[in-house]
């Protein structure tokens, strides 16, 4: 399943910073230390980049120089604006389109650190096998993140994995099938469990994994996330990839979940309900957490 199958990022591109931030950002600066190094000594990778939030967190964050790639135009023009100080300084030395599983482009062994965060679920094929964990477009795409890693760089990966699949939001309470809706190989590699990636990794010569979820964090901007009026908002819908998933399942197999998904949040709205029902999920959210991040090194 490519990007374009589900989620049409030249359309998403322009009420995604609307609702994302740099969710997990913390985590990942974090796990930057493990290099030891001084953070403006590094060369890092923005992979899949989006409109840059990543990126401008860590430049924002004393990291020397950090390269940014995606697959869509779109999201790349909004990156560009967000770090254009930061371009003009010389601290951007790749902002430019990139589809994975293509080579990272700045030369083998270069960088001390490449970051992936929420990509590599639209990297799946028709070859995808999980019975086998054969995922050929995932696995030859982190292979070539090994080969731009520099000995001793670490590959840092932002994923959301299975237990807090219904803990992204508090949405999904709404939502009918979820399961179903997570259901494809490649969601269930790298938002599966922990094992399997790390076998993933360790197959490709990954070595001292490092796994940490930020109990604290959510995925969106908490103004918004908090406002119910945004949970039917079409801009707030277009940011989202469940949703696009759940659009897609629809015209794939004749179904209405959208629309139930509407009709749910005004039904437990008009009940007086949704308070409740956002303090439940919320209450399991911090026991779960909904974002992982995965460090490993490159021995
Ligand atoms: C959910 S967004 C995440 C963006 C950013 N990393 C963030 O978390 O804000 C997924 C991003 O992956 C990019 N993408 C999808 N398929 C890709 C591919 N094959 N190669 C590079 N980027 C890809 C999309 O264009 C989109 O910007």
Known sequence: MSAHD????????????????????????????????????LHIADVGCGTGNYTKYFLDNGVGKVSMFDASEGMLRYARTKVADYVAAGRVPHCEQLELPCPIPGGEQRYDAICINFVLHHL?????????????????????????????????????LRPQLPHIMW???????????????I????????????????????SNMQATVPLHEIL????????????SDPRFIQSVSTFALIKNRDKNKGTNHMETYFQRLRDSKERNELAAVIEEKETLRKIYGCITAISAEKP
């Open 6 to 41: 589900y989620e049409d990022y030249e359309k998403a591109c322009k009420n995604y910073d609307e609702f994302r931030l740099a969710a997990g950002g913390e985590t990942e600066l974090n796990a930057l230390r493990r290099l030891g190094k001084p953070l403006r000594d």
């Open 124 to 160: 799946g094929s028709p070859d995808d096998d999980l019975a086998t964990e054969t995922f050929p477009k995932a696995m030859a795409a982190i292979r070539n993140v090994y080969d731009a890693l520099r000995k001793g760089g670490l590959f840092i990966l932002l994923s959301s």
């Open 171 to 185: 949405h999904t309470s709404f939502i009918t099938d979820l399961d179903d809706l997570f259901n494809q190989p």
């Open 187 to 206: 969601i269930k590699f790298v938002c599966g469990d922990y094992n399997i990636i790390e076998r993933a990794l360790t197959k490709i010569g990954f």
């Open 220 to 231: 969106l901007k908490p103004h918004h996330y908090y406002n119910i009026d945004n949970a």
